[in-house]
Protein backbone atom coordinates (compact mmCIF):
# COMPACT_ATOMS: atom_id res chain seq x y z
CA UNK A 1 0.00 0.00 0.00
CA UNK A 2 1.34 3.38 -0.64
CA UNK A 3 1.07 6.18 1.44
CA UNK A 4 2.87 9.18 0.00
CA UNK A 5 5.80 10.16 -2.07
CA UNK A 6 8.31 11.63 -0.31
CA UNK A 7 9.57 14.70 -0.99
CA UNK A 8 13.78 14.60 -1.88
CA UNK A 9 15.82 16.47 0.05
CA UNK A 10 19.04 16.41 -2.14
CA UNK A 11 22.47 17.69 -0.56
CA UNK A 12 25.33 15.70 -2.73
CA UNK A 13 25.73 16.14 -6.39
CA UNK A 14 28.24 13.94 -8.34
CA UNK A 15 30.53 16.14 -11.12
CA UNK A 16 30.03 14.00 -14.07
CA UNK A 17 33.15 12.19 -15.56
CA UNK A 18 32.05 12.30 -18.82
CA UNK A 19 29.51 14.46 -21.34
CA UNK A 20 26.92 11.84 -20.02
CA UNK A 21 25.89 11.49 -16.69
CA UNK A 22 27.65 9.25 -14.26
CA UNK A 23 26.47 6.00 -13.15
CA UNK A 24 26.02 5.65 -9.30
CA UNK A 25 26.22 2.18 -8.63
CA UNK A 26 27.50 2.04 -5.12
CA UNK A 27 26.35 4.68 -1.68
CA UNK A 28 28.01 3.73 2.20
CA UNK A 29 27.68 5.75 5.41
CA UNK A 30 30.77 5.26 7.56
CA UNK A 31 30.45 3.80 11.23
CA UNK A 32 31.18 6.76 12.73
CA UNK A 33 28.80 9.01 10.44
CA UNK A 34 31.37 11.47 9.37
CA UNK A 35 31.75 10.51 5.71
CA UNK A 36 29.49 9.27 3.00
CA UNK A 37 31.21 7.65 -0.51
CA UNK A 38 29.83 7.18 -3.58
CA UNK A 39 30.61 4.81 -6.49
CA UNK A 40 30.50 5.53 -10.17
CA UNK A 41 30.94 2.54 -12.82
CA UNK A 42 33.86 3.38 -14.24
CA UNK A 43 35.75 3.17 -10.40
CA UNK A 44 35.52 6.63 -9.73
CA UNK A 45 34.99 6.92 -5.69
CA UNK A 46 33.53 10.60 -3.78
CA UNK A 47 33.57 11.00 -0.22
CA UNK A 48 32.13 13.61 1.81
CA UNK A 49 31.76 14.62 5.08
CA UNK A 50 28.64 14.72 6.58
CA UNK A 51 29.18 18.21 8.55
CA UNK A 52 29.56 20.29 6.06
CA UNK A 53 28.45 17.99 2.88
CA UNK A 54 31.56 19.19 1.42
CA UNK A 55 33.96 16.59 -0.57
CA UNK A 56 36.52 15.03 1.50
CA UNK A 57 38.20 13.32 -0.96
CA UNK A 58 37.91 11.39 -4.46
CA UNK A 59 39.65 8.48 -6.04
CA UNK A 60 40.05 6.01 -8.41
CA UNK A 61 40.25 2.14 -8.10
CA UNK A 62 41.72 2.62 -12.11
CA UNK A 63 39.70 -0.43 -13.01
CA UNK A 64 36.31 0.74 -13.86
CA UNK A 65 33.65 -2.13 -13.16
CA UNK A 66 33.05 -1.20 -9.77
CA UNK A 67 30.22 -3.30 -8.34
CA UNK A 68 29.95 -1.98 -4.19
CA UNK A 69 31.66 -0.30 -1.81
CA UNK A 70 32.15 -0.16 1.94
CA UNK A 71 33.42 1.69 4.55
CA UNK A 72 35.26 -0.47 7.43
CA UNK A 73 34.15 -0.62 11.16
CA UNK A 74 36.64 1.60 12.20
CA UNK A 75 35.87 3.82 9.14
CA UNK A 76 39.57 3.67 8.29
CA UNK A 77 39.69 2.10 4.79
CA UNK A 78 37.25 1.77 1.79
CA UNK A 79 36.70 -2.01 0.29
CA UNK A 80 35.71 -1.71 -3.24
CA UNK A 81 35.10 -4.24 -5.52
CA UNK A 82 34.47 -4.63 -9.10
CA UNK A 83 37.47 -5.54 -11.63
CA UNK A 84 39.67 -5.87 -8.93
CA UNK A 85 39.25 -6.04 -4.83
CA UNK A 86 40.95 -3.45 -2.82
CA UNK A 87 41.80 -1.75 0.37
CA UNK A 88 42.10 2.65 0.20
CA UNK A 89 42.80 4.85 3.51
CA UNK A 90 40.11 7.16 4.02
CA UNK A 91 42.85 9.11 5.42
CA UNK A 92 44.26 10.17 2.10
CA UNK A 93 42.52 8.32 -0.31
CA UNK A 94 45.21 5.85 -1.15
CA UNK A 95 45.33 2.21 -1.76
CA UNK A 96 46.35 0.23 1.01
CA UNK A 97 46.06 -3.25 -0.43
CA UNK A 98 45.44 -5.46 -3.31
CA UNK A 99 43.58 -8.96 -2.38
CA UNK A 100 42.79 -11.25 -5.14
CA UNK A 101 43.72 -11.37 -8.36
CA UNK A 102 43.83 -7.51 -10.15
CA UNK A 103 41.57 -8.07 -13.49
CA UNK A 104 39.20 -10.52 -12.26
CA UNK A 105 35.53 -9.96 -11.49
CA UNK A 106 34.76 -9.16 -7.80
CA UNK A 107 30.69 -9.27 -7.39
CA UNK A 108 30.77 -7.85 -3.56
CA UNK A 109 32.96 -7.17 -0.57
CA UNK A 110 31.61 -6.71 3.07
CA UNK A 111 34.03 -6.85 6.42
CA UNK A 112 33.20 -8.47 9.63
CA UNK A 113 32.12 -6.86 12.75
CA UNK A 114 35.56 -6.88 13.64
CA UNK A 115 37.16 -5.30 10.63
CA UNK A 116 39.79 -7.93 10.88
CA UNK A 117 38.15 -10.38 7.82
CA UNK A 118 36.70 -9.21 4.17
CA UNK A 119 34.50 -11.43 2.35
CA UNK A 120 34.15 -11.34 -1.08
CA UNK A 121 32.16 -12.86 -4.20
CA UNK A 122 34.61 -14.18 -6.95
CA UNK A 123 33.49 -14.94 -10.90
CA UNK A 124 33.78 -18.75 -9.80
CA UNK A 125 30.76 -17.92 -7.97
CA UNK A 126 32.45 -18.48 -4.83
CA UNK A 127 32.92 -16.29 -1.52
CA UNK A 128 36.19 -15.88 -0.13
CA UNK A 129 37.47 -14.69 3.05
CA UNK A 130 40.51 -12.57 3.23
CA UNK A 131 42.57 -11.95 6.38
CA UNK A 132 42.57 -7.50 5.96
CA UNK A 133 45.97 -6.98 7.98
CA UNK A 134 48.09 -10.23 5.78
CA UNK A 135 46.08 -10.33 2.94
CA UNK A 136 46.10 -13.84 2.73
CA UNK A 137 42.82 -16.16 1.91
CA UNK A 138 41.41 -17.62 5.26
CA UNK A 139 38.57 -19.82 3.77
CA UNK A 140 36.79 -20.59 0.12
CA UNK A 141 32.71 -21.48 0.87
CA UNK A 142 31.17 -22.53 -2.55
CA UNK A 143 28.62 -21.26 -4.47
CA UNK A 144 26.04 -18.55 -5.01
CA UNK A 145 25.65 -16.32 -7.87
CA UNK A 146 28.05 -13.71 -8.44
CA UNK A 147 26.31 -10.52 -7.88
CA UNK A 148 24.78 -11.94 -4.81
CA UNK A 149 25.69 -9.90 -1.33
CA UNK A 150 26.77 -11.26 1.51
CA UNK A 151 26.31 -10.44 5.50
CA UNK A 152 28.53 -10.72 8.63
CA UNK A 153 25.78 -11.22 11.85
CA UNK A 154 26.00 -8.79 14.11
CA UNK A 155 28.10 -11.76 16.88
CA UNK A 156 30.31 -12.13 13.84
CA UNK A 157 29.60 -15.89 13.97
CA UNK A 158 27.24 -15.96 10.81
CA UNK A 159 27.87 -15.31 7.06
CA UNK A 160 24.53 -14.91 5.19
CA UNK A 161 24.78 -15.26 1.43
CA UNK A 162 22.30 -14.54 -1.16
CA UNK A 163 22.58 -15.85 -4.61
CA UNK A 164 20.60 -19.05 -6.00
CA UNK A 165 20.37 -20.64 -2.63
CA UNK A 166 20.41 -18.01 0.30
CA UNK A 167 22.05 -19.78 2.96
CA UNK A 168 23.69 -19.20 6.35
CA UNK A 169 27.41 -20.13 6.82
CA UNK A 170 28.97 -20.73 10.78
CA UNK A 171 32.66 -18.87 9.70
CA UNK A 172 34.38 -20.97 12.42
CA UNK A 173 33.77 -24.33 10.70
CA UNK A 174 33.05 -23.09 6.98
CA UNK A 175 29.71 -25.40 7.03
CA UNK A 176 26.89 -24.32 5.72
CA UNK A 177 24.04 -24.53 8.67
CA UNK A 178 20.96 -23.96 6.64
CA UNK A 179 19.14 -22.56 3.29
CA UNK A 180 16.14 -20.25 3.03
CA UNK A 181 14.86 -22.04 0.24
CA UNK A 182 15.16 -25.39 -1.13
CA UNK A 183 14.97 -24.30 -4.92
CA UNK A 184 17.73 -22.49 -7.61
CA UNK A 185 14.77 -19.79 -8.51
CA UNK A 186 14.17 -17.00 -7.55
CA UNK A 187 18.24 -15.98 -7.32
CA UNK A 188 18.06 -13.38 -4.57
CA UNK A 189 20.71 -10.34 -4.75
CA UNK A 190 20.41 -8.63 -1.84
CA UNK A 191 20.61 -9.67 2.39
CA UNK A 192 21.35 -7.83 5.47
CA UNK A 193 20.82 -8.72 9.21
CA UNK A 194 18.87 -6.35 11.41
CA UNK A 195 20.68 -5.14 13.94
CA UNK A 196 19.73 -7.33 16.48
CA UNK A 197 21.02 -10.35 14.85
CA UNK A 198 17.16 -11.96 14.38
CA UNK A 199 15.81 -10.87 11.46
CA UNK A 200 16.94 -11.02 8.00
CA UNK A 201 15.89 -8.92 4.88
CA UNK A 202 16.59 -10.68 1.59
CA UNK A 203 15.46 -8.95 -2.49
CA UNK A 204 15.14 -11.47 -5.23
CA UNK A 205 14.15 -11.79 -8.85
CA UNK A 206 10.39 -12.62 -8.09
CA UNK A 207 10.14 -8.82 -7.24
CA UNK A 208 9.16 -9.55 -3.52
CA UNK A 209 11.10 -7.92 -0.24
CA UNK A 210 11.38 -10.70 2.24
CA UNK A 211 12.27 -11.30 6.39
CA UNK A 212 13.35 -14.23 7.43
CA UNK A 213 13.86 -15.86 11.30
CA UNK A 214 17.74 -16.16 11.57
CA UNK A 215 17.29 -18.81 14.82
CA UNK A 216 14.87 -21.37 12.31
CA UNK A 217 15.05 -19.85 8.32
CA UNK A 218 11.30 -19.55 8.27
CA UNK A 219 9.25 -16.58 6.47
CA UNK A 220 8.37 -13.38 8.48
CA UNK A 221 6.94 -11.11 5.94
CA UNK A 222 6.66 -10.30 2.59
CA UNK A 223 6.57 -7.09 0.40
CA UNK A 224 3.98 -6.84 -2.31
CA UNK A 225 5.45 -8.26 -5.51
CA UNK A 226 7.09 -5.80 -7.88
CA UNK A 227 7.87 -5.36 -11.07
CA UNK A 228 11.84 -5.93 -11.29
CA UNK A 229 14.68 -7.59 -9.57
CA UNK A 230 14.28 -6.24 -6.21
CA UNK A 231 18.65 -5.26 -5.64
CA UNK A 232 19.02 -3.60 -2.15
CA UNK A 233 17.32 -3.66 1.08
CA UNK A 234 18.66 -1.80 4.49
CA UNK A 235 17.21 -2.33 7.71
CA UNK A 236 16.64 1.33 9.36
CA UNK A 237 19.26 1.39 13.14
CA UNK A 238 16.92 1.45 15.96
CA UNK A 239 13.99 1.92 13.68
CA UNK A 240 10.63 -0.05 12.18
CA UNK A 241 11.43 0.27 8.65
CA UNK A 242 12.69 -1.32 6.04
CA UNK A 243 14.07 0.27 2.52
CA UNK A 244 13.97 -1.95 -0.83
CA UNK A 245 14.40 -0.98 -3.98
CA UNK A 246 14.65 -2.41 -7.69
CA UNK A 247 17.80 -1.66 -9.59
CA UNK A 248 17.35 1.48 -12.24
CA UNK A 249 13.81 1.51 -10.48
CA UNK A 250 12.05 2.37 -7.56
CA UNK A 251 12.69 2.59 -3.73
CA UNK A 252 10.09 1.89 -0.85
CA UNK A 253 10.22 2.67 2.81
CA UNK A 254 8.47 -0.18 4.14
CA UNK A 255 7.12 0.12 7.89
CA UNK A 256 7.26 -3.08 9.75
CA UNK A 257 4.96 -2.30 12.09
CA UNK A 258 1.78 -0.99 10.53
CA UNK A 259 2.99 -3.06 7.20
CA UNK A 260 2.36 0.64 4.93
CA UNK A 261 4.70 1.64 2.56
CA UNK A 262 5.96 5.03 0.93
CA UNK A 263 7.44 5.29 -2.40
CA UNK A 264 10.41 6.76 -2.10
CA UNK A 265 11.58 7.58 -5.65
CA UNK A 266 10.81 5.44 -9.06
CA UNK A 267 14.34 6.03 -10.73
CA UNK A 268 17.01 4.88 -8.51
CA UNK A 269 20.28 3.71 -9.89
CA UNK A 270 22.35 2.37 -6.67
CA UNK A 271 22.06 0.11 -3.47
CA UNK A 272 19.75 2.38 -0.19
CA UNK A 273 21.64 2.67 2.83
CA UNK A 274 20.71 4.00 6.16
CA UNK A 275 22.99 6.45 8.56
CA UNK A 276 24.41 4.97 11.57
CA UNK A 277 21.72 6.60 13.73
CA UNK A 278 18.80 5.91 11.24
CA UNK A 279 17.65 8.88 10.60
CA UNK A 280 18.97 9.44 7.14
CA UNK A 281 18.55 7.76 4.03
CA UNK A 282 21.24 7.83 0.65
CA UNK A 283 20.97 6.28 -2.27
CA UNK A 284 21.85 7.16 -6.41
CA UNK A 285 20.04 8.08 -9.17
CA UNK A 286 21.83 8.51 -12.39
CA UNK A 287 24.54 11.89 -12.12
CA UNK A 288 23.19 12.42 -8.07
CA UNK A 289 23.10 10.98 -4.34
CA UNK A 290 20.59 12.00 -2.50
CA UNK A 291 20.49 11.96 1.31
CA UNK A 292 16.84 12.47 2.93
CA UNK A 293 16.05 12.83 6.11
CA UNK A 294 13.15 9.67 6.95
CA UNK A 295 12.52 11.19 10.42
CA UNK A 296 10.21 13.30 8.97
CA UNK A 297 8.65 10.98 6.59
Not at 182 to 197: A, E, K, L, W, Y
Amino acid sequence: MILAVVPTFVVLRLTPAAPLPPHVVAVAFSPNSQRVAAGLYDGIVQVWQTTSWRSFHRLHAGDGGLNTLEFSPDSKLIALAGRSLSLWTTSNARQWKQLGVRGAVYGTARFDKSGCILASVNSAEQIELWNIQTGAKLRTLCCMALYGDVAFSPDNRVLAAAGHWPRLWDISTGREMYRLVQTRNPTFGSIQFRSDGQLLATGSQDGIARLWRVSTGAPVLESPVRQGYIETVAFQPGGDSVAYGIGDGPIWLWNLKTQLECLVTSDSSSNVVFSPDGHLLAFGTPGLVHVWDVEHV
